[in-house]
């Protein structure tokens, strides 16, 4: 398959300690996006700002940093510090659903003011040393927004744009809506990739029925339902080793974050995050998932993972 399959950013969770197991580990996708970082006027390359996109620390994967802003002067001035880093693109975030960014006119909140992201681009497109992709979500409120948005976007040097066929109201729940999704690619000439809902080959399959003019596709929670999905989505070949795999996966992100956060609490909440994307994977040990979930020391944790790695 030429398909590209895309990490999705999730903020919290798709971090470096993820994608540095992760893609140890796994195969398929051909790509990862850093969930976004705010930009800011004064914050050089080497600030904590970009602690988690710092070169010295090997990406297993090509990574796109993402960045969550309204203001074009220091949307530029961050991209030129990530240029400076090495990276060669950015994707600006207009699909976050959250009140408390859509409330400041960020993320999705700028998606029912189209002229609003129009100067936003003029600005950055004049000047910004990368090329920019755009990420976006069908509306806040309405999924007609896009409509509006789509032919307003033509004229630009986008490298791409995703597409979440949500609106920001539902977050993550209810469908997607590929109807909207249809009508606001209808007629653009921007590359496009489609994000939402991947979650097995049947779906993939159809999806791909669906829109054949697509061949970029962004995959988050799926992956972490089941981060062997991406590998056969690609058709590649199964080890039958899968659950040696998966504990081997999950030590090295235990490992990366006892090394980079501050005490085993906050290391197991963590995981315990990730247990709850997988636990839907394995409907029939959903007791031996609990026990993990309700751990409260490293060591209720390790024995409950055992358990159920030898079960
Ligand atoms: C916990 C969480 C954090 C997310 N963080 C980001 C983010 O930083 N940037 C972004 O563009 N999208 C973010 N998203 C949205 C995902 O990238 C993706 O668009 C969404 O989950 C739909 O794709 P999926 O169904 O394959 O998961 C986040 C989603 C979740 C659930």
Redesign the pocket.
């Known amino acids: 398959m030429s398909d590209r399959l895309i990490l ?6 798709t971090n470096r300690v993820f994608r540095e197991a992760y893609f140890k580990r796994f195969a398929g996708f051909d790509e990862a ?1 850093a ?2 970082i705010l930009s800011s006027r004064s914050c050089g390359a080497k600030g904590a700002h970009f602690k988690e996109l710092l070169p010295g620390y090997s990406e297993r994967a090509p990574l796109v940093p ?1 960045l ?1 802003s309204n203001d074009a002067q220091g949307f530029l001035a961050t991209v030129r510090s990530l240029a400076e880093l090495g990276y060669r693109e950015v ?1 600006w ?1 207009l ?2 659903p959250y009140p408390m960014v859509t409330g400041k006119g960020r993320g999705s909140g700028l998606l029912p003011h189209p002229h609003t992201v129009t100067a936003f681009l003029d600005a950055v497109c004049a000047d910004s040393p990368l090329p920019l992709s755009v ?1 976006l979500r069908l509306g806040l409120r309405d999924p007609d927004e896009i409509l509006a948005l789509m032919p307003l976007l033509e004229p630009y040097p986008l490298t791409r744009i ?1 597409i ?1 066929p ?1 609106v920001a109201s539902q977050l ?1 729940t209810g469908s ?1 809506d590929l109807e909207g999704f249809a009508a606001a690619i209808r007629g653009t000439k921007h590359r496009l990739v489609y ?5 097995s080959v049947d779906t993939f399959m159809h999806l791909r029925r669906r829109f054949p003019g697509i061949d970029e596709w ?7 339902a089941d981060p062997f999905l991406p590998g056969r989505l690609k058709g590649l070949p199964d080890d039958g080793r899968a659950l040696e795999t998966l504990e081997a996966f999950l030590d090295d992100v235990y490992e990366g974050y006892s090394d980079t956060l501050s005490g085993p609490r906050h290391v197991l909440d963590k995981l315990k995050e990730l247990w709850g994307y997988l636990a839907p994977s394995y409907p029939e040990h959903q007791r031996l998932v609990k026990d993990i979930q309700g751990a409260k020391s490293a060591e209720a944790y390790r024995r409950a993972v055992n358990a159920f790695f030898r079960q």
């Open positions: 999705a950013p999730l903020h919290g969770i996006m969930p976004f993402q969550l994707n975030n699909g976050c990420k995703i979440h949500r993550y997607v994000n939402g809902d991947i979650t962004m995959i988050g929670r799926g992956a972490l």
